[in-house]
């Protein structure tokens, strides 16, 4: 679950002694010919491990669907600010890495020495249809061909484990409620009573057998240019933590423009962090400085 609401800290890992085999890094990757894997790198993290990796742990993110929640999920990650972060962030075409698989990312407390985090677009809330939606099949494709790198590399196997296996230090892949459960150092439920995981866990395995990729990332960027997108406001838009956020029709008219063009926001009229995010990403799309800070030049290239 997106890293708002959660506290997520290095914790050493009990009653486990994986075997030397999960500290092999061979070069390998599935499903990556089409969708190149992004950097937005996070300073949330422990640099290396206490515990050789034998666990993938995925989450939800918390967020609707659009093609840009990745890199908006991940340049949050990036603000020291948020203190957690995940391995990857996936969404219907993207890939985005945040930590190196040889650092902790700060995302399960009671797994993060040995685990290998995985964000993926959506709420623990969704219904099953909704986890079988376009949207869904692409994301998950994806993000079984990255779980799929990971089992490969280090000898993990491609199975749901129970929460007394994950107790009892075993290898495979669990969601953050499993965690939750065992270690009891947080409350999250990601990904979700309704995730699909026999089905997911299939693909991983198809992909693992060396099967080809099916998903076909979406390219398309909805909402045309506006005919009528206005001069630029006058007054720099920028978020500055500790200090009052700036409100005002300019605000809500630069939101509702990222929203035009899929970015993960609220549209409310101020310029808090999700916004400086969001802007952080639409920036370095146009080749501009990604600073976050709204001024003439990045206002323009949104029209």
């Keep these: 679950m997106l890293a708002a ?40 993290k422990t640099r290396g491990r206490i515990a050789p990796i034998r666990v993938v742990i995925v989450h939800t993110m918390e967020t609707g669907e659009s093609s840009n929640v990745a890199e908006n999920v991940a340049a949050y990650f990036a603000r020291p600010s948020t203190k957690a972060s995940a391995h990857l962030c996936v969404d219907n075409n993207s890939v985005v890495r945040c ?22 677009a959506g709420r623990a809330s969704q219904s099953k249809a909704q986890w079988a939606d376009a949207y869904s099949k692409d994301l998950l494709d994806l993000a079984a061909g990255q779980v799929a ?8 196997p491609a199975r749901r484990l129970t929460r007394a296996q994950l107790r009892a230090g075993q290898r495979g892949i669990v969601g953050h ?11 999250h439920w990601d990904p979700g009573d309704n995730f699909p995981w026999t089905s997911f866990l299939a693909r991983v395995n198809h992909y693992l057998d060396g099967g080809a990729t099916t998903a076909k990332p ?3 960027k909805p909402a045309a ?26 605000v809500t008219t630069w939101q509702s423009r990222l929203k035009q063009l899929r970015y993960t926001l609220t549209v409310d009229g101020q310029y808090g962090p999700m916004t400086a995010a969001a802007t952080k990403v639409f920036q ?4 501009l400085d990604d600073d976050g800070i709204v001024g003439p030049n990045t206002w323009r290239a949104a029209a």
């Design 99 to 120: 930590v190196a698989d040889s650092d902790t990312a700060w995302a399960a407390p009671g797994a993060n020495s040995d685990g290998l985090q995985i964000e993926l």
């Design 218 to 220: 979406a390219t398309s």
């Design 225 to 250: 240019k506006p005919s009528d997108w206005p001069a630029f406001p006058g007054r720099l838009l920028r978020y500055t933590p500790g200090k009052q956020l700036l409100a005002g029709a300019d």
């Design 284 to 287: 370095r799309s146009k080749g």
């Design 5 to 44: 609401v959660r506290a997520r800290t290095l914790t050493r890992p009990a009653r486990h002694a994986p075997s030397s085999t999960a500290r092999t890094s061979r070069p390998w990757a599935a499903n990556e010919g089409s969708t190149a894997v992004q950097t937005i790198t996070s300073p949330n």
């Design 177 to 187: 409620a499993d965690v939750s459960a065992v270690y009891k150092r947080s409350d």
């Design 149 to 156: 790198r990971w089992c490969k590399t280090y000898n993990i």
